[in-house]
């Protein structure tokens, strides 16, 4: 069965601080692995992403990095931000198939 | 604007009362997909449509029923809801190759 496995399930931070989320994945086939971030009330919105060519992807303060071997990959939020509090889920996708972990909620205090 | 529009946000219903939830794109994106978000469970597809009059069950299908009749219209028919179909609901849309999906703003739905 396809599924990519996310924890922490939640996460508290000071600002400043770098929150890590892990995800594996067992799926071989999936090519692309997204970031998204979802704040309360509104939908999820793409944050980040890679394909499993590249080993880490840096955006602004938002890093991904890609272990194929492990099939785990992971999110690093340097210098966070109160700004940065949001769910943040994990996803894969292969195809039609777009596989989302069961999210993260990050809390940044300040 | 490019978006995702859901109809409507809020929604209170009684048990076995039909119901249909509206989702349209502006984007001319091939691929549509329906999911649920309940704490705990993450986001967890029930039907998707790679194109129009195509559609496939997702990971959650029983219950609901979808329909692909034009491009920018996916709606999700619940035609009896029961209490355990309370959740909040997204529509997304993507181009063929991807990668990336745009979200709606959410469905809330309150079965009673």
């Known amino acids: 069965q396809q599924q990519v496995k996310q924890s922490p399930q939640s996460l508290i931070v000071q600002k400043g601080g770098i929150p890590i989320i892990n995800c594996a994945y067992e799926?071989?086939?999936?090519?692309?692995f997204p970031w998204y971030q979802q704040f309360p009330g509104k939908g999820p919105a793409l944050l980040i992403a890679?394909?499993?060519?590249?080993s880490e992807k840096k955006e602004g303060r938002f890093t991904i990095s890609f272990n194929k071997s492990a099939k785990q990959f992971s999110l690093h939020i340097m210098d966070s931000q109160p700004g940065d509090s949001a769910t943040y889920f994990c996803a894969a996708q292969g195809g039609t198939a777009l596989i989302f972990g069961k999210g993260t909620t990050l809390s940044v205090s300040s | 604007e490019a978006q995702v529009t859901q109809n409507p946000r809020y929604l209170i219903t009684v048990t076995g009362k039909k119901l249909t939830v509206t989702c349209s794109q502006n984007m001319n994106h091939e691929y549509m997909s329906w999911y649920r978000q309940d704490p705990g469970l993450g986001l967890r597809q029930i039907y998707y449509s790679m194109n129009v009059e195509v559609t496939d069950k997702g990971d959650v299908p029983e219950g609901y029923k979808v329909s692909r009749k034009e491009k920018r219209n996916f709606p999700l028919i619940l035609e009896s809801p029961s209490p355990n179909q309370t959740s909040l609901y997204f529509c997304a849309s993507s181009t063929r190759q991807g990668p990336e999906a745009f979200f709606g703003q959410g469905t809330r739905l309150t079965v009673v």
């Open positions: 890679i394909r499993p060519d590249v």
């Open positions: 799926n071989t086939a999936f090519d692309y």
